[in-house]
């Protein structure tokens, strides 16, 4: 079964870091463009960044400068570094990948289960 697997949300104050972490697992012949994505409660999800297989990156203009995205090709994992954190960072983070399951087949759009970031002020 393939799947995206978040880990490193919690609790932190304002000013604070945190870094998310993405994996994709099961049968996986290549993952192309990776990225996060929050949704906080009463408004849509937003892009926060993307990261490319070659590793060009994208950002939202409200974390640049404080957020970093990064990959591990080898390990089918995506990185969030969260540095200066606001209160209006807090939200649920969503992992997304586009993973080619055989060789010569289409990408597929994945999601992952969420984690919950809190940043107190």
């Known amino acids: 079964q393939v799947q995206l697997v978040e880990s490193g949300g919690g609790l932190v104050q304002a000013g604070g870091s945190l870094r998310l972490s993405c994996g994709a697992s099961?049968?996986?012949?290549?993952?192309?463009?990776m990225g996060w994505f929050r949704q906080a409660p009463g408004t849509q999800r937003e892009l926060v960044a993307t990261?490319?297989?070659?590793?060009?990156?994208n950002y939202a203009d409200s974390v640049k400068g404080r957020f970093t995205i990064s990959r591990d090709n080898a390990k089918n994992t995506v990185y969030l570094q969260m540095n200066s954190l606001k209160p209006e960072d807090t939200a649920v983070y969503y992992c997304?990948?586009?993973?080619?399951?055989?060789?010569?087949?289409?990408?597929?759009?994945?999601w992952g289960q969420g984690t919950q970031v809190t940043v107190s002020s």
């Open positions: 997304n990948a586009d993973l080619v399951l055989r060789r010569y087949s289409n990408w597929e759009n994945y």
């Open positions: 099961g049968r996986i012949f290549s993952v192309n463009a």
């Open positions: 990261i490319t297989s070659g590793g060009s990156t």
